[in-house]
C-alpha cells in the first residue's frame, strides 16, 4: 500500500452516527444537513455524479478505524492509482 489513499463518503448512505468525526476528526466533519464531508485534504478530488465526496488523504490508521466504525459502510477507502476497493 502507498502513502496516500482515496477516501469516498457515500453521501446518500450516510445516516450521521458521526463516528467518523470521532474517530478521524480532522478528516470528516458533518455537514448542515448533518451527512459525512470530508475536509479539506491536500488533494480534493470532484464529487461524483452520485452525490460521493471525495478525496486523498495520507494513510492513516484513524481514516481505517473511522471507515471500520461507520455502520452503513458510506465511508470507502480505494488506491489511488488503481481505484481498486480497498475496504469495506
Do not use: N
Not at 4 to 33: G, N, W, Y
Not at 59 to 84: F, H, K, M, S
Request: proline share 7%; net charge negative; hydrophobic share 40%.
Amino acid at each position: 500500500m502507498g502513502d496516500t489513499v482515496r477516501v469516498r463518503i457515500l453521501r446518500k448512505k450516510c445516516i450521521a452516527a458521526s463516528l467518523c468525526v470521532e474517530a478521524a476528526p480532522h478528516v470528516f466533519d458533518l455537514d448542515d444537513e448533518r451527512i459525512a464531508v470530508l475536509l479539506s485534504p491536500p488533494t480534493r478530488l470532484a464529487g461524483e455524479s452520485d452525490g460521493s465526496d471525495l478525496g486523498l488523504f495520507e494513510d492513516e490508521d484513524a481514516i481505517w478505524q473511522a471507515a471500520e466504525d461507520c455502520p452503513v459502510d458510506a465511508i470507502l477507502i480505494e488506491d489511488p492509482d488503481t481505484g481498486e476497493q480497498l475496504y469495506p
